[in-house]
């Protein structure tokens, strides 16, 4: 087909969903980008999202929450005494999945990191205490001794978006793959969605481009199977999926009492919890309804629920969700040989964008679109077994993810040193409270492997600044 043939296609398809203002500079144009602007808009789903725009753009999406929510049941961190046996052989056979190289580490890390305004892919993020090795590194060195550990292969699969696809490859080759093998690390690319005015209209990011946004962690369950990534899983005899996200380099992504549980459980995806902070902290909770365990947002559980006491007085939610998964590679692939559709949930952000009128760049200072994602934990009621395990969160929970305060970098850097002095004193070295340690993964990925380090101080001082 022409390309004028193509124009007029695509303009009626356009005008009937009220967006051929996307095609309002098209004569100005040069030939390539009018071809790639007319590829970029032939890509999308245009009923489907004209159907969107109406439900959440336009307007915030009714929450549809069922009509009993309990608190969803957890196994504790430390084994209760009748489960002791149970949590023994979820070890056991957490250990014989990693040992059979039947594990593959997953991290997302196609989101754009608003919040921390660095200049890069947030994995190219300078994370440790005193080294300040990035997050990347962290996860590689991380993976490479638990390789060791195990005497495995445990390939790494990174989901990038079109923002830091690019970057981040070269950030991997540029280092070497921090001693990894490239061939057990893949990169592949999560999908994009329009970003929209809150008036309903899809934004242009240049004369000759719609602006987009990634479509939410939630696209990992897509993209792992569009991209090959499953494929390639399959073929390597992996049947569990560990997944994290690229902000937390406390994450502890070989954990056999996880990965054993979730297995011995027959679950399908499965989580990692920590006890909130108060009933009203900033996280997802957990929570049962018809049997099927779900994640309700913060904002959108009922206040009455929120404070809802037992009859000990204690809040019933306490379980907060910190987005660590075990995914199973059968379930995604169940997931994805039918039509499966997570919710869209709606968030207003800053989008530079070109004004219609004078054609010029405008970079909002205040929130002034419309972006949808969808998010990995709306696949949790889609299961038929799902577990949740607690985890302790200074042991497993440091993320970066604002430029600074909470969930910033010294906040994520206090946590790495503060746990890497706990460890240290259960192997009996003697350490300052305000001691620096910066405890590289490659020495140990848990307590347990410090016995076997080699050339570990008798004590640390006050104030002093170690790298083990
Ligand atoms: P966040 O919710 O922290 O979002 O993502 P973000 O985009 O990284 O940061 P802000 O909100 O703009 O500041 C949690 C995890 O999910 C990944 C992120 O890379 C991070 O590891 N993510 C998020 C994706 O991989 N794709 C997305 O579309 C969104």
Sequence with gaps: MTDSARYQQVLSTLTQVGQEHLLHFY??????????????????????LAELIESHVKQSPEIGLPESIEPAPYYPAAAPEQLTKKYDLAVK?????????????????????????????KGTYPATPIQRKPLFQVFA???????RKYG????????????????????FKEHNYFGLNPKDVMFFQQGTIPSFSTEGKALLASPGQMATNPDGHGGSLRALH??????????????????????NPLINITDPLFIGM?????????????????????????TLSDGRIMVIEYSD?????????????????????????????????????????????????????????????????????????????????????????????????????????????????????????RWLRTTGVEVADDAVIELSPLTAIAPEDLQQAEGLPQRIDPGQRTVL
């Design 27 to 48: 004569d100005q144009l040069d030939p390539a980008a009018q071809t790639q602007l007319l590829d970029q808009l032939e890509q999308q789903d245009w009923p489907q």
């Design 93 to 121: 056979h957490g250990e014989e999945l990693l040992r059979a190289g039947k594990v593959a580490a997953f991290v997302v890390a196609g989101g754009q990191g608003t919040r921390l305004g660095w200049d890069g892919p």
């Design 141 to 147: 060195e991380t993976i490479i001794k638990a390789q």
């Design 152 to 171: 495995s292969i445990i390939p790494w699969y990174i989901m990038t978006s079109p923002i830091n696809d690019e970057p981040t490859r070269a950030f």
């Design 226 to 247: 569009v991209s090959g990534a499953i494929a390639d899983m399959e073929q390597r005899g992996i049947e569990q999926i560990s997944y994290f996200q690229v902000d």
């Design 262 to 286: 979730h297995a011995i459980d027959g679950a399908q995806m499965s989580s990692k919890m920590v006890v909130k902070v108060a009933p009203d902290e900033k996280v997802g909770n957990f």
């Design 301 to 421: 559980l009922p206040k009455e629920l929120e404070q809802k006491l037992d009859a000990d007085g204690k809040p019933m939610f306490i379980a907060g969700s910190i987005a660590i998964h075990i995914i199973g590679v059968n379930f995604v692939k169940q997931l994805n040989s039918g039509r499966f559709a997570l919710p869209y949930h709606r968030a207003i952000k800053k989008v530079p964008h070109v004004d219609l009128a004078t054609g010029e760049l405008v970079e909002p200072t205040e929130p002034n679109a419309v972006k949808l994602e969808t998010f990995v934990f709306d696949a949790l009621p889609l299961c038929q077994m799902s577990i949740v395990l607690e985890t302790i969160r200074e042991n497993e929970f440091g993320p970066i993810k604002n430029a600074e305060g909470v969930d910033s970098a010294v906040t994520s850097r206090q946590l790495q040193s503060q746990r890497a002095a």
